[in-house]
């Protein structure tokens, strides 16, 4: 593909000055590693390179990297304010009853102190019962097997994020 062929939000990132592009990937997925890694093989000929090297880069972090990219997370049904992508990504409990917000809260802190981190999901089109019975299942995971699932699940996080950064205008 020429780089007349790819596609114009694409060729805007991959234009962008070093700077402005770390701060845009920070924006997706706060770990500096994983940012580091994709900004190093800029530029991208498609959306599907972009998405193949945050795979690849996900692969790679450490533990040390997913906390950092973990801490950038609220927790489910208390998206930060002012953050429209994690509002956005948590619709699915701004419709939720008061009784599920709750029983979120609960399980959100139970699932903390059991891994040190908040529960991580690609809450992206679920439902709050769905994300509620993913923590049920999710929170009697061994700790090796919940840290790839987080790995896993911030991987499709950073793909949608990725997919809004370089779309068309």
């Given at each position: 593909?020429?780089?007349?062929?790819?596609?114009?939000?694409?060729?805007?990132?991959?234009?962008?000055?070093e700077s402005a592009a770390r701060a845009a990937l920070l924006e997706a997925c706060a770990s500096t590693a994983w940012a580091g890694h994709l900004l190093a093989a800029r530029p991208y000929a498609t959306s599907e390179d972009l998405y193949a090297a945050s795979d690849a880069a996900m692969a790679e972090l450490t533990a040390a990297d997913l906390a950092e990219a973990m801490a950038a997370h609220p927790p489910i049904g208390r998206p930060e304010p002012g953050d429209p992508a994690s509002t956005r990504e948590q619709a699915g409990m701004s419709a939720a009853s008061a009784a599920l917000k709750a029983e979120m809260l609960e399980l959100n802190l139970a699932y903390q102190e059991r891994f040190g981190h908040v529960f991580l999901i690609c809450a992206t089109g679920l439902t709050g019962e769905q994300m509620r019975d993913a923590v049920r299942e999710r929170i009697g995971n061994p700790p090796d097997k919940e840290r790839e699932t987080v790995r896993a699940e911030l991987a499709k996080i950073n793909r949608i994020r990725l997919a809004r950064l370089v779309a068309e205008d």
């Open positions: 593909m020429t780089s007349t062929d790819t596609p114009q939000g694409l060729a805007r990132f991959n234009t962008l000055e």
